[in-house]
C-alpha cells in the first residue's frame, strides 16, 4: 500500500475494527470447539459403553480366548477383554464387599467377554445386527447391554449436536453482521476521498486495492489473537480437568484455528468489498444524504 493510500486508515479507527473482529472471531472461534468438542465427546462416549457376552460354563478358557481373538478382528469393535469367572468372583466381591461364594458354596459368576463398539456401530440397528451375529457362535448364552442407555444417549447427541449447528449459523450471521457494520463505518468515513479519486479518473480495482489489502490485514490480525486466546483457554481447562485430553486435542485446536483464520480473512474482505462497491456506485448527492 502506498504511503498516500495509508492515510485513508486512522491507527484509532484500524485498532477498533480491529478489536470488534477480534471479539467476533473468539465468539466464532467457541462455537467451533463447542462443536468439534461434542462430536469427539459423543465418541468417547459411545465407545466406552461395555457390551457384556456371557459364556456357557461349558466352554473351555482357549476357546473362549479364541472368540475373543476373532471378535477384535471384526471391524464392528474397538477392544475387547475376557473376564474369568474368578475375575468377575473378584471384582463382585471387591465392590459389594461380600463374597457370594462364602454364602452359596459356589461361584455364581460366569465368564464372559466385555467388547466395547466403535462409534459408528453404537447405535439401535447396528446394535441389533451386531447382537445377532454374536449369538450364532456357539457357546454363546447371552448378550447384556443397556438397551434404553443406548437408545437415550444417540438421542440426546442427536438434540445437542442440531442445537449446536443452529446456534453455529446464528451466531456466524450475527458476526458477519458486526464486523461489515465495523467496516462500513470505517469506510464510510473516506466516502469523499473515494468520490474525489473516481473523479480523477481512478479505476474501481485501483481505489479497492488498498481497502481490501488493509481489511484482510485486520481479518489475519484479528484472527491470529482470537486463536492465542483460544490456545490460552483450552490449555487452561486441559491443566484443570486433565481426563479432557482424549477430548480437546491438538488437533481439534488447529481445526478451529484455521476455521478462524479462514473467517477471519473472509469476513473481513467480502465486507470490505460489499462497502467499498456500495459507495462506489454513489453518486455525488446521494454521499451527503447519508
Request: hydrophobic fraction near 50%; charged fraction near 20%.
Amino acid at each position: 500500500m502506498s504511503k498516500k493510500s495509508s492515510t485513508f486508515f486512522p491507527g484509532i479507527q484500524s485498532l477498533t475494527a480491529g478489536i470488534s473482529t477480534t471479539m467476533v472471531l473468539l465468539l466464532l472461534g467457541l462455537v467451533a470447539f463447542g462443536l468439534l468438542t461434542a462430536r469427539g465427546l459423543a465418541t468417547h462416549v459411545r465407545e466406552n459403553l461395555t457390551f457384556a457376552i456371557i459364556v456357557s460354563d461349558d466352554a473351555r478358557e482357549a476357546d473362549i480366548l479364541k472368540m475373543k481373538r476373532r471378535l477384535e478382528g471384526e471391524p464392528f469393535v474397538k477392544e475387547a477383554a475376557y473376564i474369568s469367572k474368578k475375575d468377575a468372583l473378584k471384582e463382585h466381591t471387591e465392590a459389594m464387599g461380600t463374597d457370594p461364594q462364602e454364602f452359596l458354596g459356589y461361584n455364581p459368576f460366569k465368564a464372559s467377554i466385555e467388547i466395547k463398539l466403535k462409534a459408528d456401530y453404537a447405535n439401535a440397528d447396528s446394535i441389533a445386527w451386531i447382537e445377532e451375529k454374536i449369538k450364532q457362535r456357539t457357546n454363546i448364552q447371552e448378550v447384556l447391554y443397556q438397551r434404553e442407555l443406548v437408545d437415550a444417549m444417540n438421542r440426546n447427541i442427536r438434540t445437542i449436536s442440531l442445537a449446536l449447528l443452529e446456534l453455529a449459523a446464528v451466531l456466524t450471521l450475527i458476526s458477519f453482521t458486526l464486523i461489515n457494520i465495523t467496516i462500513r463505518l470505517t469506510i464510510y468515513a473516506k466516502r469523499f476521498a473515494i468520490h474525489t479519486m473516481t473523479l480523477v479518473g481512478a479505476s474501481w480495482s485501483f481505489i479497492r486495492r488498498p481497502f481490501l489489502a488493509h481489511n484482510f490485514w485486520i481479518g489475519v490480525c484479528s484472527a491470529l489473537v482470537a486463536d492465542a486466546l483460544l490456545w490460552c483457554a483450552a490449555y487452561w481447562v486441559v491443566q484443570q480437568e486433565p481426563d479432557l485430553t482424549e477430548i480437546v486435542t491438538t488437533h481439534v485446536m488447529l481445526l478451529v484455528s484455521a476455521f478462524v483464520l479462514l473467517m477471519g480473512v473472509l469476513i473481513t474482505t467480502l465486507c470490505a468489498l460489499f462497502s467499498i462497491n456500495r459507495f462506489l456506485r454513489m453518486k455525488a448527492g446521494t454521499l451527503y444524504n447519508i
